[in-house]
């Protein structure tokens, strides 16, 4: 008897564990566990529940396809494993437990490597999967990198056409879906853009790959038309696994091989795919540095962004950005975005951040948290370390940070003050010069602009720049292990956007 523990893996295709099992005659009992820790967490947010309950049915209608179907189990994860195992036993099997790593948070490091040791005190055999293609033998990004597109340019892992799941008399207490669903409401609501589910999945990679993939590369930073479909719409499948990166990134190479002789497409195609190494690189970072998630990366950085109760003019700020009224457009309706369709293109993310954290002196641990309460496709892995970056607490070796101005954004960004317009109603019946001047408030109701921006971007801006030398000082004092930590952490981030900048010049020349 062989166990499949599913987690954030939740398809049969291209799927480590299911290709282990499947290769063998042996009976296989598909599992998920619904773990009271998931619910209890700050970072937890309705719809990300309601798109895993829909990822869960469609991997329960995808095995029963099969002849098989998903036992729900709810409980303490190893307490689940452990009585689970011990009924087998008993029924006189010799289960086999087969599960995909998941170095989302602390707590799942620490029960898988319980259950690890459980099983090794059994005498029975556990196989760990190879999950987001996550290399555990080393420090080295370079090393990384080779060994990641070596795993993505891999056949993919088959489908099975059949797993075999008898009916087992478990006293282990198990889940109806609609159990599930009344159980664990959450108050969760459907995301507008956001469908669970490995079939979903293929479908919305489809019709990326079909037209909406053009122009990518300068649409991802457009909100409206990234909303609009501009880009793929894909994180939160790649988050739960309900799609593997090696499919994304295979299918998106054999559409660019398609399109050989367009410029243009390959340009957005290759733009996309460096997105997804992106997003894989911060899970890596994440299992070398787990501290990560909750720590400032560098302790300079510990008073002034401190994860503490926020009081007085920060919690003015803090609450006012929450709900999208701090005055400034093109922050307030991507908030409002956010706290309505679970989701918010990169850039209004890193702009939004940005302007909390530099701006209003608000810490990124609030901000992180906010963002997880609300995003489909939170990933604590990218979400903290952006979180960081945008803070302007990373990559302090560079004598500069970015700080967005929301209204030069706003002109470059949203052009037409469509998207603005959309989500602020206050503002549909103002024209563009009055938008733009700042004074929309005393014309529609709208809210007046809570700080001075040049004036806080010239206080804050000045303190953060200040604590960046100070980390950079003694970094290159010590030369050492901090250093080249710090350097590593950096690398993949600079070279990133240096080759975004090199790919860009060169399409403007095709363009052209």
Known sequence: MQILWFRRDLRLTDNDIVAQAAATDEEILPC??????????????????QFLFESLAGLDRSLRDLGSRLY????????????????????GYHPRLLFNRDVQVDYGRKRDNQVIEFYQQLGLNCYLGLNNFLQVDGENRQDWMDEYYADLRQPQHPKPTRINTPEIPLNLTQLTFDELRQKYNFNSQNSVLF????????????????????????????????????????????????LSTRQVYQQTKARANELKENAKAQFALKSFRDRLRWRDSA????????????????????????????????????????????????VDASMRQLQSMGWMNFRMR??????????????????????????????????????QAQAGVTNPLSSTFRIYNPTKNLTEKDPKFEFVRDWIPQLRDCTDEQILSGKMGELSGYTEPMLDWYEMRKINGKVVSELRKQVKKRLEKEQGIEYERAMGLSEAIGKYWGAQEQRYQQYKQVAE
């Open 72 to 91: 729900l189990f709810e409980g303490n994860s190893v307490e689940v494993i452990q009585t689970l195992t011990g009924e087998l036993l008993q029924l």
């Open 283 to 330: 899970t890596q970072r994440l299992y070398y540095f787990p501290e990560l998630a909750s720590q400032n990366c560098y302790p300079e950085f510990d008073e002034w962004y401190s994860d503490g109760e926020l009081e007085g003019e920060k919690l003015e700020y803090f609450q006012a950005w929450k709900q999208g009224e701090t005055g400034f457009p093109l």
């Open 195 to 242: 469908t669970g589910g490995e079939f979903e999945a293929q479908k919305t990679l489809n019709s990326w790959l079909k037209t909406r993939y053009n122009g990518y590369h300068w649409k991802l930073s457009r909100p409206q038309m990234a909303t609009l479909g501009g880009t793929s719409h894909l994180s939160a499948h790649l988050a739960f696994g309900t």
């Open 350 to 387: 890193a702009m939004c951040a940005n302007f909390l954290t530099v701006i209003c002196g608000v810490s990124w641990h609030d901000g992180a948290r906010h963002y997880m309460n609300y995003l489909v496709d939170g990933d604590i892995a990218i979400n903290h370390w952006q979180w």
């Open 32 to 49: 998920f566990i619904i773990d009271p820790w998931f619910y209890q967490q700050p970072d937890i947010g309705a719809m990300r529940v």
